[in-house]
């Protein structure tokens, strides 16, 4: 048995664990109660049929980014660290199995539950659309693709934070507010100085809702200066579609390589 074949039943195998410790559930839940509350509001407050199918379909995407952050939380953010925390990797470390191989077998698990969350949602949006337009966007295709993405490439990220450390609900904690708080507060602060925040992956992943902007797929400004007075200069800044994803890939490669590395040599005490 190869090492990939090694890695798809070790996936299988993680991917059942998340049933049984009820995560997916958990996050379907979730996604459930959100999806209910968008068509609450929307049909309370709005009137969708006398939208455009690009303006509802939007509206489901605008959720998006905040799901997948949720989606690699539950089932990345204590991924490696929790196999130090309860030990289970004295048991599963000495089998004939290499490192790289549960590692990756676990990332695969967590793709898998996260990416049918992310669908199921888009699906949602899907039907909600057809119903009042008997149409659905291209643009909202595209969203999904980037989503998927934006998926790939934050478990990645999260893969290589959960490596750092021994203790689960450290590792947890640490990666929600990163992706919570620090980012956010980045992407807002550094573009107060007129710097383009091209380093950060939830800068990049704003192209999920940046898609529906304009009267093309992705026309709308790379750079907006406002002079909200008093001297004070403001530069907004927009992702371009492809840097969205250039952004994105550079995550998943280099967070790939080095969560790789630091599982290798990592030791249980």
Known sequence: MNDFEQMLIYSRYQFRNYVRAKR???????????????????????NPASE???????????????????TALFFGGDAIASEYQNKTGYFLLPNPIRR????????????AAGGLVVLI??????????????????????SLAYALVFLVSLLSLTYMFSTFFKNGAVALV????????????IDG???????????SITYAANIITLVF?????????????????NGITVTI????????????????????????????????K
């Open 52 to 70: 455009t199918a690009k303006k509802t379909a939007s509206t489901f995407a605008s959720f998006a980014p905040t799901l997948v952050v949720l």
């Open 213 to 229: 902007q304009g009267s093309h797929m992705g026309d709308y400004p790379h750079k907006t200066v406002l002079h909200p007075g």
């Open 237 to 268: 800044y927009n992702p371009y579609l492809w840097e969205g994803l250039a952004i994105m890939l550079g995550y998943l490669i280099i967070s790939a390589i080095i969560s790789t590395i630091v599982f290798e040599k990592k030791e249980m």
């Open 24 to 46: 997916l559930w958990i996050l379907l839940l979730i996604t459930g109660l959100v999806i209910a509350l968008i068509v609450s509001v929307n049909a309370y407050f709005g």
């Open 189 to 199: 602060v550094i573009q107060l100085t007129g710097i383009e925040p091209w380093f």
């Open 121 to 142: 949602y888009y699906l949602s949006g899907t039907v909600y659309t057809y119903y009042y337009h008997s149409t659905v966007p291209v643009e909202y295709w595209y």
């Open 100 to 111: 790289y191989v549960i590692l990756w077998g676990k990332y695969l698990a967590s793709l």
């Open 174 to 185: 640490i990666v929600a507010i990163l992706y919570f708080f620090v980012f956010n507060i």
